[in-house]
């Protein structure tokens, strides 16, 4: 048995459960024992009783009542068999963009969910194991991205980096820049939609099929469970009337906003059953989000580049994502080189 010691919540640990702290530092002792030590108040924080669920911060000194000592039979020392395939472990590594040992950017492929509902067991946050590298612990989503878009997703490696980039996002500090396939050719070729968002229940048991309802913004009073919405567009290139290369810039970050945005103005993102009506055949002048041919009907939405100020060192990072695989495609069919736009078109607007 060990006497009893008092231990500092690092910088790295704060604004976590004290009971998930503990078992981070202290991997031998099971739940059950972490609880009822908490009940008769022989772990303290800060001299006070505290529950198993009492949120720890950086600073605070935490009483540790003596424990047993870890004991490890042979079979305990064998190292932990990973849940992730090695198939999925390349593919993440493959789709890293930047590291250092502050955060991660992914160029996320299309299809594989950031995190798990609905059903969804294979996504990003459970395999993030095979972006550890020379670290100990999993890196932390920060911010989402849907399952069928691609592109720039972002990852903290501790807890406090993720910490004060979710703050940054909240804070729309960040500058994010989707590239997308749209029907037909928006009218002004620059604006922005200011549809509020609210959310339409969905009709599978689960609310999976559940949509985002736009709401004009003089209408909001009328809509409490509405909120506000701002997208920025830009037409970087177009084929006739039938298909147009976009910019978007989400100003705000609500749940399919980009795609319930572009849907409303008549200008559907290609490939967008959800928004674009998958019955619908785009024959130009907007509406109806498929192309036909030989061109893909995945989803083509893409978030292309994200700018941020580094969160350790201070610098200034601009993140971009090449096109995947069907968009690229596409891109190729319609005679669009993605060297011949700039990558901010907004830039010299702001």
Same mark, same amino acid.
């Given at each position: 048995?060990?006497?009893?010691?008092? @231990?500092?919540?690092?910088?790295?640990?704060?604004?976590?459960? $004290?009971?998930?702290?503990?078992? =981070?530092?202290? +991997?031998? #002792?099971?739940?059950?024992?972490? *609880?009822?030590?908490?009940?008769?108040?022989?772990?303290?924080?800060?001299?006070?009783? #505290?529950?198993?669920?009492?949120? &720890?911060?950086?600073?605070?000194? @935490?009483?540790?009542?003596?424990?047993?000592?870890?004991?490890?039979?042979?079979?305990?020392?064998? +190292?932990?068999?990973?849940?992730?395939?090695?198939?999925?472990?390349?593919?993440?590594?493959?789709?890293?963009?930047?590291?250092?040992?502050?955060?991660?950017?992914?160029?996320? +492929? +299309?299809?594989?969910?950031?995190?798990?509902?609905?059903?969804?067991?294979?996504?990003?946050?459970?395999?993030?194991?095979?972006?550890?590298?020379?670290?100990?612990?999993?890196?932390?989503?920060?911010?989402?991205?849907?399952?069928?878009?691609?592109?720039?997703?972002?990852?903290?490696?501790?807890?406090?980096?993720?910490?004060? $980039?979710?703050?940054?996002?909240?804070?729309?500090?960040?500058?994010?820049?989707?590239?997308?396939?749209?029907?037909?050719?928006?009218?002004? =070729?620059?604006?922005?939609?200011?549809?509020?968002?609210?959310?339409?229940?969905?009709?599978?048991?689960?609310?999976?099929? *559940?949509?985002? &309802?736009? @709401?004009? !913004?003089?209408?909001?009073?009328?809509?409490?469970?509405?909120?506000?919405?701002?997208?920025?567009?830009?037409?970087?290139?177009?084929?006739?009337?039938?298909?147009?290369?976009?910019?978007?810039?989400?100003?705000?970050?609500?749940?399919?906003?980009?795609?319930?945005?572009?849907? *409303?103005?008549?200008?559907?993102?290609?490939?967008?059953?959800?928004?674009?009506?998958?019955?619908?055949?785009?024959?130009?002048?907007?509406?109806?989000?498929?192309?036909?041919?030989?061109?893909?009907?995945?989803?083509?939405?893409?978030?292309?580049?994200?700018?941020?100020?580094? !969160?350790?060192?201070?610098? =200034?990072?601009?993140?971009?994502? !090449?096109?995947?695989?069907?968009?690229?495609?596409?891109?190729?069919?319609?005679?669009?080189?993605?060297?011949?736009?700039? *990558?901010? !078109?907004?830039?010299? $607007?702001?």
């Amino acid at each position: 048995m060990s006497g009893v010691q008092t @231990v500092v919540v690092t910088q790295d640990e704060g604004d976590q459960r $004290l009971d998930r702290w503990f078992r =981070r530092r202290f +991997p031998h #002792v099971g739940q059950g024992r972490i *609880e009822k030590m908490c009940r008769k108040g022989e772990i303290r924080v800060d001299g006070g009783r #505290v529950k198993a669920a009492t949120r &720890v911060e950086a600073g605070q000194s @935490v009483r540790i009542p003596p424990l047993p000592e870890a004991t490890h039979s042979p079979k305990d020392l064998r +190292p932990a068999k990973s849940k992730v395939s090695e198939a999925d472990r390349e593919m993440l590594q493959r789709a890293v963009l930047y590291r250092d040992a502050h955060i991660i950017a992914l160029n996320k +492929p +299309p299809g594989l969910p950031v995190q798990g509902g609905s059903g969804q067991r294979r996504h990003i946050d459970g395999l993030s194991e095979a972006l550890m590298f020379d670290l100990d612990e999993r890196p932390r989503l920060v911010h989402r991205l849907d399952k069928d878009t691609s592109g720039v997703l972002l990852m903290a490696r501790s807890r406090a980096v993720a910490a004060g $980039l979710t703050a940054a996002f909240r804070a729309r500090e960040t500058r994010k820049i989707y590239w997308a396939a749209v029907a037909g050719v928006p009218h002004p =070729r620059l604006g922005t939609i200011k549809y509020a968002l609210k959310k339409a229940s969905g009709h599978g048991r689960g609310g999976e099929a *559940e949509k985002m &309802v736009c @709401v004009d !913004p003089r209408d909001i009073d009328a809509h409490p469970d509405a909120k506000r919405a701002t997208t920025d567009y830009a037409v970087l290139s177009a084929l006739g009337r039938r298909v147009s290369w976009c910019a978007l810039v989400p100003v705000t970050g609500r749940t399919h906003q980009l795609r319930a945005h572009m849907a *409303e103005m008549g200008h559907p993102i290609i490939g967008d059953g959800k928004y674009g009506g998958s019955g619908q055949e785009n024959l130009g002048d907007g509406w109806g989000a498929q192309l036909g041919g030989e061109l893909s009907k995945k989803l083509h939405l893409h978030a292309r580049s994200l700018a941020l100020t580094h !969160p350790v060192t201070g610098a =200034r990072l601009t993140l971009t994502a !090449p096109l995947p695989d069907h968009m690229a495609r596409t891109w190729a069919d319609l005679g669009w080189d993605t060297g011949d736009v700039p *990558e901010d !078109p907004f830039e010299d $607007l702001s």
